[in-house]
């Protein structure tokens, strides 16, 4: 399982049968106001068979 940025995510993690963990860092976002938000963060995830074919970002 390979990360294409590894400043961001960590190695992915097999807990079990067709499941993989990973945590990335981030910031804490605050509403003007000082109350909570909701943020909503979208990934793309290629899984490939073997060897993960290189990406230029």
Do not use: W
Not at 42 to 47: E, N, P, S
């Amino acid at each position: 399982m390979c990360v294409l940025d590894s400043t961001l995510f960590g190695k992915f993690e097999r807990i079990g049968p067709g499941t993989i963990n990973n945590t990335f860092r981030m910031f804490r976002p605050t509403a003007m106001s000082g109350g909570p938000f909701e943020v909503i963060f979208t990934c793309v995830l290629q899984v490939c068979m073997y060897e993960c074919a290189q990406v230029s970002l």
